[in-house]
């Protein structure tokens, strides 16, 4: 897609952090933008700022990890645009952190349904519809734990390498059709968002917060390296070009090339892997 111009994109996980400087962006390029949060305050601030700055824009209140509510999202932006060109799978949370073995079942199933089920569904729900037209571009938010397994986030970790397969699945899956359909996996590192905030501020122990002193002492590290990270607004600009660009591999800085290229020769010569103290990645 060469022209954006009065299309329309869709942003999940839209209310703050990435996701917020996405849909900026889109609205300083012309584009129609609907954002998709759980938050309902945050949602409607971020609408209000998009429409007090000229741009056209609509609040839907989604929750990724339940299907139905993709379906209406689409729905509202068909209803309200007639098409969603670009799509923005970012909706995200840190998730519980603690020893993988000592995560309940809650742990998991909550964090895998917002980070990698809220993407499947966007996928099965957005994706059909841009293939009929033979026109569009999905974004689907990974991250550099899908690349380097950081200690004590399981659940994280796994969702976004699922993510980052998916990706690559769909990318695959277009050109083998012949689709002009774009796809972008988007890999942060450290970014300056407030995912990990969002999980330090559950009650400690509860599914989404850290659960032990391994958790704990994750969780200040992620913070303190995240406090230092990208601006969103400098991702939001990324991945406007990206699409623009028809990019698929979409990583924030090169800080992290070593050490995927070390694990990539962990892989190929039957290697112990190593954990090198890098943290985690913000999504």
């Given amino acids: 897609m060469n022209k954006l111009e009065g299309k329309t994109a869709v942003v999940t996980g839209a209310a703050s952090g ?28 971020a609408v209000n700022e998009i429409r007090t700055n000229g741009g056209q824009a609509l609040g839907i209140v989604t929750d990724v990890s339940v299907e139905e509510d993709n379906i209406q999202l689409l ?24 020893r993988s073995w000592a995560l309940s079942k809650e742990d998991y199933s909550w964090t895998l349904g917002i980070l990698l089920d809220g993407v499947i ?28 397994s950081s200690p004590f986030g399981a659940p994280y970790n796994v969702a976004k390498h699922g993510v980052a397969t ?17 796809v972008t996996c988007l890999c942060p590192g450290f970014v300056n968002t407030n995912i990990v905030n969002d999980t330090a501020s559950r009650p400690a122990g509860s599914v989404g917060s850290a659960i032990d002193d391994r958790g704990d002492q994750m969780l200040e590290l992620t913070q303190r390296v ?29 800080n992290w090339d070593a050490p995927i290229m070390a694990r990539a020769n962990e892989v190929v010569t039957r290697g112990l892997p190593r954990f090198r103290g890098e943290g985690q990645g913000d999504k």
Avoid: Y
């Fill in 226 to 254: 995240l406090s230092a990270g990208l601006d969103p607004e400098v991702v939001g600009e990324q991945v406007f070009d990206a699409v623009v660009n028809k990019q698929f591999w979409l990583f924030t800085d090169d």
């Fill in 18 to 45: 990435m996701g917020l400087a996405m849909a900026r962006r889109f609205a300083v390029g012309g584009m129609n933008v609907v954002l998709a949060d759980l938050n309902e305050s945050r949602l409607n601030d």
């Fill in 166 to 182: 998916l990706a690559e699945t769909l990318f695959h899956e277009l050109k083998v059709e012949g689709s002009n359909v774009g």
């Fill in 75 to 98: 729905d509202a932006t068909v209803d309200s645009f007639g098409t969603a060109d670009v799509v923005c799978l970012n909706a995200g949370v840190q998730g519980s952190i603690g």
């Fill in 121 to 148: 569904h966007g996928v099965r729900t957005f994706v059909p519809e841009m293939v009929e037209r033979d026109e569009g571009h999905v974004v689907l938010t990974a991250s550099i734990a899908g690349h380097i």
